[in-house]
């Protein structure tokens, strides 16, 4: 039998994954604090749910994408939140990417309502998000990752059960420093490319022909070859405003566990201490969010 599936978080990554969840027949309840992709949502044939309440009260299986640490809490344990309103046996898989600490608290209070959690974590992207090939990296009790795979499937290409809980997230941090890493890498090598007088199509050719360009690094490479003019554009900033924003938190929380772990990245921390320049943002840019 087929869980009845919840979701809560309807932005730039969870709008796309509840989409998919409707085109796979899943018939989700889904939930957004605005109202715009509330009505996106609606007109794609979704359930919607007037609060977060009523998606732990209906549904078996609930899959959270909400921005930062503060957003999950919110969701999991505030006031009309999932804790307080779902039945015992339900599974809550956080897509999310928070901190380790984060996770383990919450799944131990969740463990003491009678729920299973897990730490879903995802890398693939908007894009990866909108035609279902998502990586899915997910920390929980197996039973709890098999009664979410319905969900999961329908928006990724693999899942991975990468242990107990909070070992999804510490992979997903690991997954995030390597892909800064390489979009750095690929910041500075069309710099000294375009320094000695030749192009970023040239780059490009040359580094995907010899295995060293991977398909996000392409993708990167796309974004530093639009005019001035266009990386200028309001709507532009606000989106490169936006990656600065994921990847400060992000780098900042890779960072955070390897301090924790008396480990040291150098070349992660310079890469966090310039997401702004990697993703140009113009002055006007740089204080900009979305």
């Given at each position: 039998m087929t869980p009845r599936i919840g979701f809560v978080g309807l932005g730039k990554m969870g709008l796309p994954m509840a989409q998919r969840l409707v085109d796979a027949g899943l018939d989700p309840l889904v939930y957004d604090?605005?109202?715009?992709?509330?009505?996106?949502?609606?007109?794609?044939g979704a359930r919607i749910a007037?609060?977060?309440?009523?998606?732990?009260?209906?549904?078996?299986?609930?899959?959270?994408?909400?921005?930062?640490?503060?957003?999950?809490?919110?969701?999991?344990?505030g006031a009309g939140g999932l804790f307080a309103a779902a039945r015992p046996g339900t599974v809550i898989a956080i897509h999310?990417?928070?901190?380790?600490?984060?996770?383990?608290?919450l799944g131990r209070s969740a463990a003491g309502?009678?729920?299973?959690?897990?730490?879903?974590?995802?890398?693939?992207?908007?894009?990866?998000?909108?035609?279902?090939t998502l990586v899915y990296?997910?920390?929980?009790?197996?039973?709890?990752?098999?009664r979410c795979r319905?969900?999961?499937?329908?928006?990724?290409?693999?899942?991975?059960?990468?242990?107990?809980?909070g070992t999804g997230t510490r992979m997903k941090l690991c997954?995030?420093?390597?892909?800064?890493?390489?979009?750095?890498?690929?910041?500075?090598?069309?710099?000294?490319?375009?320094?000695a007088g030749l192009s970023i199509a040239l780059v490009e050719e040359i580094t995907q022909a010899s295995g060293v360009l991977s398909d996000r690094m392409r993708s990167y490479l796309g974004s530093l070859k639009l005019p001035p003019e266009v990386v200028a554009m309001e709507a532009v900033q606000a989106r490169l405003a936006h990656y600065v924003t994921v990847a400060d938190k992000d780098l900042e929380i890779a960072l955070e566990l390897a301090r924790d772990l008396g480990i040291d990245l150098p070349v992660t921390r310079s890469c966090a201490e310039g997401t702004a320049e990697l993703y140009r943002q113009t002055p006007a840019g740089q204080g900009s969010s979305s």
């Open positions: 604090v605005a109202e715009p992709p509330r009505l996106v949502m609606k007109q794609q007037a609060a977060i309440r009523m998606v732990g009260e209906q549904c078996d299986v609930i899959g959270v994408c909400v921005p930062a640490d503060q957003h999950v809490r919110t969701v999991c344990e999310s990417t928070v901190r380790p600490a984060t996770i383990v608290e309502h009678g729920f299973g959690f897990l730490d879903a974590c995802v890398s693939g992207g908007e894009a990866g998000a909108a035609d279902g990296m997910v920390g929980g009790a197996a039973e709890d990752v098999e319905p969900m999961l499937e329908a928006t990724g290409k693999l899942v991975v059960h990468t242990g107990e809980l997954n995030n420093a390597m892909t800064y890493v390489t979009l750095r890498a690929a910041f500075e090598a069309c710099r000294l490319a375009q320094g």
